[in-house]
Structure formats: structure tokens, C-alpha cells
């Protein structure tokens, strides 16, 4: 990643047109994930292989609600979005999250995967702001990682202890982390996409979309080979990919999901 | 494995993590061996607990304030 430089952004309006523009779309995207992050690791608060772990996906579901927030903060401030509107009033088609998300997660090994392959590469992406020319994500990326320090290594513990069981468990956690994998390289991106090499230019983050994906995966690979489960690197066909949605097709979270997102339930008792 | 968190109640160094995560988000929960009583201490911006993480993540510092 490159080195920080002394520019500096206080506000989405400093920036050019095409990195405002190209940084609101990802930091939708980037409030879509964690999101539903948070939302599957609520899922699992109940039915872990241990009680700790439930626990602790208690806790991961709180900080990754709280990013969400703070993700959220920056696009009502410098952009005008409305917290709730981004939510509420989207249809399924236009969240951005990663689609590994679109579902529930059926199984441990689903939830091990998420954690160790989507929440990683998605906080490789916030490392990448550190040293951000743009001062509020800067500011904000230093909490989200000091609590994503402790979702990796949960994750990573994980996986080398489900890595350790039955010929069953263990191809049933291959096929998650290599779905996981394949899904989040796509959320990445191309080569070359344009909102990706603005955001880069710009100098709002240290490397291009695809060099961050490949650092989380290596990271993967590498410790699912030292686990002694060999994995395969995904090769994405991109497709009609769209910057707005990060995605080559139709997609986006079951409605089932989004009703419990939503509150909808709830809705007579929500407060406006 | 002791960990470097002296017990609260009784002083000692004997003590480890039990848990990585506690009652609210900021801690993580420790056993003392020598009193046996849990307890829990602050883990943000701690860098005293060893954690298994990413390269990119292994040589970041502590959380660096108003920049």
C-alpha cells in the first residue's frame, strides 16, 4: 500500500467530482456489509458449537451496527443521506452488501467464513483509509479497527479449530470459505474500474480494490493451507459489474432479512 | 498461558484470558488462579494481549488520535 501524502480532504465537497461521487458509492457499500454483518452475527447469537461464541457474536453483531452507524454519520453529513431512508426505503435490489449476505447463514461453518473471509477483507479495506486524505473516515476507521482486531482473530481462531475436525467438517468449511471468497472478490471489483482508481488518485485510500481483495485472500489461503485445508483462490468473471451495487447481476438481501433489518414488525412502536 | 493483567481483588500475576469477549464491548474476561475470581479489563488500545491476526494488521500500532 502507498505511503500517506500531506493533502487533506475535510470535507466530501473538497474532493473531485468523480472521487465525491465514487466515495459515497462505497461507503453505501460499505454500510450495506456491515450491516448484514451485523445483522447474521445477531443470527448466531443462539446455537454456537460453544457458549463463548455466542457471546462473542453478541458482541460482533453490537460493533458492526456501531460501524454502521458511524459509516452513517459521514454519508448524512457529507452527503445528505437520511440513516433510516438507506435501510427503510431501498428496494432489496439497490443494497450493496456482499452478497455472501443475501442469506441466512445456514451453518457454523457459514458463520466461521463469514467472519473469516468477508469481515477480514472488509476491514483490509478500512486499513486501506488509514491514512486517508479524507479527515472524517480517516478519524472514524481508527475505532472500527481496534474492534476489528478482535472479530479477526475470533475468526481466524475458528477456523483453525473447525479445520482440526471430521473429513465432513472440514469440506463443509472448504466449500464456505471458498464461496465466501468468491463472493467478496466480486464485491471488490475489477481492475482498473474507475470509481476505484478516482478514490485511489484522490489519495481517499492506499491501494486499488483488487490489491486489497488479494492481500485479505492470501491471508486466507495461507492460514486455511497452515490449518491443512487447501483452498481454491476464486477467479471472478466480473461480468456488467456495477460500481453502485458492486455486484455483475440481480441480487441483494432476502426480504426476509430486511423485514427484521427494518423493524417492520415493529413498525407501530418505531420512534420517527 | 498468564496473561500480563494483575487480578483487581487479590494483586496476583496469576491470571489468564478466559474470553476474548466480556459483558460490554470494550473488555475481554480474565480467571486469577490465585483467587479464583473473574474479572474483566479494558482491551481497546491494549497491546499487551497476544492476538492471532492478519499481516496487515500485525504491526499496527495503538489508535492514533486527532490527526
Redesign the interface.
Known amino acids: 500500500m502507498t505511503t500517506p501524502t500531506a493533502i487533506q480532504f475535510d470535507t466530501a465537497d473538497d474532493l473531485e467530482p468523480a472521487a465525491r461521487e465514487a466515495l459515497h458509492r462505497l461507503l453505501i457499500a460499505c454500510a450495506d456489509t456491515k450491516l448484514l454483518l451485523g445483522y447474521h452475527y445477531g443470527e448466531w447469537t443462539f446455537g454456537t458449537p460453544e457458549l463463548e461464541a455466542a457471546v462473542a457474536n453478541c458482541s460482533l453483531s453490537q460493533t458492526e451496527l456501531g460501524h454502521v452507524r458511524l459509516l452513517q454519520g459521514i454519508l448524512q453529513k457529507h452527503y445528505g443521506d437520511d440513516p433510516d431512508a438507506l435501510v427503510d426505503q431501498r428496494p432489496r435490489e439497490a443494497f450493496a452488501s456482499v452478497g455472501y449476505l443475501d442469506r441466512p447463514q445456514a451453518d457454523w461453518p457459514a458463520v466461521v467464513a463469514m467472519c473469516a473471509v468477508v469481515d477480514c477483507a472488509l476491514t483490509a479495506l478500512l486499513f486501506a483509509f488509514r491514512d486517508s486524505t479524507f479527515r472524517p473516515l480517516r478519524l472514524s476507521v481508527e475505532k472500527m479497527l481496534e474492534e476489528e482486531r478482535y472479530h479477526l482473530h475470533h475468526g481466524r481462531g475458528w477456523l483453525r479449530t473447525w479445520a482440526q475436525r471430521d473429513e465432513a467438517d472440514r469440506a463443509a468449511l472448504t466449500a464456505r470459505v471458498e464461496e465466501a471468497l468468491a463472493s467478496t472478490a466480486l464485491w471488490f471489483g475489477p481492475t482498473g474500474e474507475p470509481d476505484d482508481e478516482a478514490l485511489v488518485a484522490a489519495g481517499v485510500k492506499s491501494a486499488a480494490n483488487p490489491e486489497v481483495f488479494r492481500i485479505a485472500c492470501d491471508e486466507v489461503v495461507g492460514l486455511a493451507a497452515e490449518a491443512g485445508v487447501p483452498l481454491q483462490a476464486p477467479s471472478p468473471t466480473f461480468g456488467p459489474w456495477a460500481p453502485a451495487l458492486r455486484r455483475a447481476g440481480a441480487g441483494g438481501p432476502e426480504e426476509e432479512i430486511l423485514f427484521h433489518l427494518r423493524g417492520e414488525g415493529n413498525a407501530l412502536f418505531k420512534l420517527s | 498461558m498468564t496473561s500480563a493483567k494483575p487480578c483487581p481483588f487479590c494483586g496476583a500475576r496469576e491470571t489468564f484470558k478466559e474470553?476474548?469477549?466480556?459483558t460490554s464491548?470494550m473488555v475481554s474476561r480474565y480467571y486469577c488462579a490465585r483467587c479464583h475470581s473473574t474479572f474483566e479489563a479494558i482491551?481497546?488500545?491494549d497491546r499487551t494481549a497476544p492476538?492471532?491476526?492478519?499481516?496487515?494488521?500485525q504491526g499496527?500500532d495503538a489508535?492514533?488520535h486527532?490527526?
Open positions: 474470553a476474548d469477549f466480556g464491548l482491551k481497546w488500545g492476538l492471532d491476526l492478519p499481516a496487515f494488521l499496527a489508535p492514533r486527532d490527526r
